[in-house]
């Protein structure tokens, strides 16, 4: 690669070469935001010229749906209308699929159009537009469901990590980092590196890793070993047997849920470790709350036990921690009441462990398939920035 680079810059081959070349080097960007319904939205650009829609974030899709309509709109919550679109194109025609390993619901038609992406060099968005061609997606037919699509970041073919290593030669990672406050625009990189917010913290080398669980065919979505919890320095003591599964992390689960053994020794010893902290009653979906007046703030939020996640197995390989802080174990349900932020996954075999969107909220979450593993750095906070910290103002380069 850095070869084939050399011989572009010194011949200075067709500046489209170029692009493609800077583009496969940089890696992508989209925007992404928590909207008024309370999901976490990707703006992709579809279509010539490009539309902007709001798509749902799903990392455990493993396909790309829109839906589509003949009625023109320039509404980016609004389906995508593909005949205002000179690039659209139908990929399976009277009903005979071109690819048979994956379902196709009876209502959706297997598509293909341009998607437009800024490049990036994990800095700034870059100041041309790179346009990745015969991008196959799902058309769904209309309907008033918010939002109106999914952006699949799944393994499958079709989601977007693998899509772009087919079309754009990137490597299939991505790395994505949530913000809590609603419309606060925060960067999903995809096949980039070199992850940089302001002012100039680049967390690239500071990542955690740990190794993901191969999928099974009832689980694809990305689950890493869950090897214990800790509230504060005390280490629960729960069965290995319980973490069995994994945790699964999700972009669609607004809450972390854990298996009901873990979930209840995790109240449990967290009801303990705080028992200076006023308990008012309980406010549904959540368990245990706290009267939070007088209680004060530090920079990570309520002054509570750090709730900890220790990932990796018996022997320690995969060891990485994840620790939570009182802004992401804590709820505020109103100005004066707290909750423990986390719910019961029901009972073993069927239950299953996720980590929800609120406890990511302020990480760099990257999934990076090429290596088969999570990375992530778990607190900005920390280092006195946050996911809206993103410089999206467009730099010098491609
Ligand atoms: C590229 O970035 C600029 C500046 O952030 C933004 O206005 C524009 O919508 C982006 N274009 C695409 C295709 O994402
Ligand atoms: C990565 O970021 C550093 C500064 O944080 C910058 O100097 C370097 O050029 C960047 N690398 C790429 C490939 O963009
Ligand atoms: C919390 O405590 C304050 C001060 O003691 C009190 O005024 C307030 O009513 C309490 N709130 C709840 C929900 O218990
Ligand atoms: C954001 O990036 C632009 C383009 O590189 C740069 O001119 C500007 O100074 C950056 N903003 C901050 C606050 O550093």
Redesign the pocket.
């Known amino acids: 690669m850095r070869f084939v680079r050399a011989i572009l810059v010194v011949y200075c081959i067709a500046a489209s070469v170029a692009a493609a070349a800077a583009a496969a ?2 890696g992508l960007l989209a925007e992404v935001w928590l909207d008024t319904s309370g999901h976490y939205v990707a703006q992709l650009h579809i279509g010539t010229p490009p539309q902007p829609k709001l798509l749902l974030l799903d990392i455990a899709q493993n396909s790309i749906s829109v839906q589509c309509d003949e009625a023109p709109n320039s509404d980016a919550t609004l389906p995508f209308v593909p005949p205002s679109s000179t690039t659209f194109r139908t990929v399976i025609r009277g009903g005979s699929p071109v690819f048979v390993d994956f379902p196709i619901a009876k209502q959706m038609q297997l598509v293909a159009d341009s998607f437009t992406f800024n490049a990036t ?3 700034n968005p870059g100041q041309h537009d790179v346009e990745v061609k015969g991008m196959k997606f799902f058309c769904a037919s209309p309907s008033p469901q918010q939002p109106t699509g999914v952006a699949g970041l799944g393994r499958g073919k079709l989601a977007l990590p693998s899509a772009l290593a087919i079309h754009q030669k990137l490597p299939r990672r991505f790395a994505y980092c949530l913000s809590g406050n609603a419309q606060t625009r925060t960067p999903l990189f995809l096949g980039s ?2 992850y ?1 917010f302001l002012p ?3 967390f ?1 080398s500071n990542l955690q890793h740990t190794p993901l669980l191969k999928p099974t065919k009832k689980r694809t979505g990305y689950r890493v070993g869950l090897f214990s919890v800790k509230v504060g320095d005390t280490t629960l003591s729960i069965h290995p047997k319980v973490f069995r599964g994994g945790l699964e992390v999700s972009t669609t689960e607004p809450y972390t849920k854990l298996v009901r053994p873990a979930y209840v020794a995790l109240v449990d010893a967290f009801r303990r470790a705080e028992s200076g902290i006023r308990r008012v009653p309980a406010r549904a979906p959540f368990e245990t709350c706290y009267n939070a007046t007088g209680l004060g703030s530090t920079r990570v939020g309520p002054p509570v036990n750090v709730i900890s996640f220790v990932f990796g197995d018996k022997k320690g390989t995969g060891a990485a921690e994840w620790p939570m802080y009182g802004a992401s174990s804590m709820v505020f349900v109103s100005e004066d009441v707290m909750c423990l932020g986390f719910l019961d996954a029901g009972p073993l075999p069927a239950a299953h462990s996720v980590l929800g969107t609120y406890q990511q909220q302020e990480s760099l979450v990257e999934l990076d398939l090429e290596h088969n593993q999570l990375a992530f750095f778990a607190t900005l906070m920390f280092v006195r920035t946050s996911c809206g910290n993103f410089n999206f103002t467009q730099g010098n ?1 491609f």
């Open positions: 080097e940089h060099d994990g800095i590196s070199n940089t100039g913290l680049q690239m380069f």
